[in-house]
């Protein structure tokens, strides 16, 4: 009678932890289907011979770049000048490649400070921030960059994917969505990512 009630509690045990996974598996689901990311387009970070980013690639995987031999490059160069506006970049980049969101945001702030109308900044600045959760804060970085380039069909991407789902304004959301599908002629991905969102 006691093994059968230890065998009965064992198997409640294991029903109740098997039932819990599968709420964690369906709530995380539900999440990332309610929240996307942002879609990213950052230029890799490296330096040519001339000391300037001529980045042309897409950042890689987390663990794929980022080296710590290449912050403490950047690092060495903001310290002999700290307005060194292009080693600040590539800094930031580095952080983000690692997922250091809090360590990137400083470098391109000094670098927006330098060059407020630096897309490519403000660009990072909005990938950090939104990783950070602190929407208002990307949302800022990527109307910044819509008064400079009001076509920028990234930025207009993501300023909708904030709207829709972190600040719930699905209708205001909807005009940058729209925006892209007039504007965009060449980024067939961009287009079909936007018509998506409209379908949704």
């Given at each position: 009678?006691?093994?059968?009630?230890?065998?009965?509690?064992?198997k409640?045990?294991?029903?109740?932890?098997?039932?819990?996974?599968?709420?964690?598996?369906?709530t995380?689901?539900?999440?990332?289907?309610?929240?996307?990311?942002?879609?990213?387009?950052?230029?890799?970070?490296?330096?040519?011979?001339?000391?300037?980013d001529?980045?042309?690639?897409?950042?890689?995987?987390?663990?794929?770049g980022?080296?710590?031999?290449?912050?403490?490059?950047?690092?060495?160069?903001?310290?002999?000048?700290?307005?060194?506006?292009?080693?600040?970049?590539?800094?930031?980049?580095?952080?983000?490649?690692?997922r250091?969101w809090?360590?990137?945001?400083?470098p391109?702030?000094?670098?927006?400070?330098?060059q407020?109308?630096?897309?490519?900044?403000l660009k990072?600045?909005?990938?950090?921030?939104?990783?950070?959760?602190?929407?208002?804060?990307a949302?800022?970085?990527?109307?910044?960059?819509?008064r400079?380039?009001?076509?920028?069909?990234?930025?207009?991407?993501?300023?909708g994917?904030?709207?829709k789902?972190?600040?719930?304004?699905?209708?205001?959301?909807r005009?940058?969505?729209?925006?892209i599908?007039?504007?965009?002629?060449?980024?067939e991905?961009?287009?079909?990512m936007?018509?998506?969102e409209?379908?949704?």
């Open positions: 009678m006691i093994a059968n009630s230890a065998e009965l509690g064992r409640v045990v294991l029903l109740t932890v098997f039932v819990a996974v599968a709420a964690m598996f369906v995380s689901f539900n999440y990332r289907m309610n929240h996307p990311n942002l879609f990213v387009q950052v230029q890799a970070a490296h330096t040519a011979d001339d000391g300037h001529h980045g042309d690639q897409p950042v890689p995987p987390p663990g794929m980022g080296s710590m031999s290449q912050v403490k490059e950047f690092m060495d160069r903001v310290e002999k000048n700290p307005d060194d506006v292009d080693a600040l970049v590539n800094l930031g980049k580095a952080f983000l490649m690692m250091a809090d360590r990137a945001i400083d391109l702030e000094k670098a927006q400070s330098l407020p109308e630096n897309t490519e900044v990072a600045l909005g990938i950090a921030h939104f990783n950070k959760e602190d929407f208002t804060k949302s800022a970085a990527y109307d910044a960059i819509l400079i380039t009001p076509e920028d069909s990234l930025a207009l991407f993501n300023q994917v904030i709207f789902y972190y600040f719930e304004k699905p209708g205001e959301a005009k940058y969505f729209e925006k599908l007039a504007t965009e002629k060449n980024d991905q961009m287009r079909k936007a018509e998506q409209l379908e949704k």
